[in-house]
């Protein structure tokens, strides 16, 4: 899990940088990209409409971020589900050897 989140908070600066930050002082930018909080505190700061724009841009950003990162965990969830059924053995028997099955009727002289 740390690594999805490392993946999806790298993903969500680079992918919230450009047009929804390019307006903004170079520090508030800057916190916009930490984080969605962060991106909250920031709009409250602006005019509505560039507030809005920049929560909008967060939140697609923050969304395709965690999209790709749950993408990358289910490869390696995947991956290793190949690897152990490649790799493990199989200790299932096919039939125990020391069961015997009883005919019904073998069951009425056993009795």
């Given at each position: 899990?740390?690594?999805?989140?490392?993946?999806?908070?790298?993903?969500?600066?680079?992918?919230?940088?450009?047009?929804?930050?390019?307006?903004?002082?170079?520090?508030?930018?800057?916190?916009?990209?930490?984080?969605?909080?962060?991106?909250?505190?920031?709009?409250?700061?602006?005019?509505?409409?560039a507030?809005?724009?920049?929560?909008?841009?967060?939140?697609?950003?923050?969304?395709?971020?965690?999209?790709?990162?749950?993408?990358?965990?289910?490869?390696?969830?995947?991956?290793?589900?190949?690897?152990?059924?490649?790799h493990?053995?199989?200790?299932?028997?096919?039939?125990?050897?020391?069961?015997?099955?009883l005919?019904?009727?073998?069951?009425?002289?056993?009795?």
């Amino acid at each position: 899990m740390a690594a999805a989140g490392s993946i999806a908070n790298s993903l969500y600066g680079s992918k919230l940088s450009g047009d929804a930050t390019a307006g903004l002082p170079a520090p508030a930018a800057d916190a916009a990209g930490e984080s969605v909080g962060a991106a909250a505190a920031v709009s409250g700061q602006l005019p509505r409409a560039a507030g809005d724009s920049l929560m909008s841009a967060a939140g697609t950003a923050f969304t395709d971020a965690t999209g790709i990162a749950m993408l990358v965990g289910a490869g390696v969830v995947f991956t290793g589900a190949i690897l152990v059924r490649r790799h493990l053995p199989d200790i299932r028997q096919k039939e125990p050897a020391d069961v015997v099955e009883l005919r019904p009727d073998a069951e009425a002289a056993v009795a």
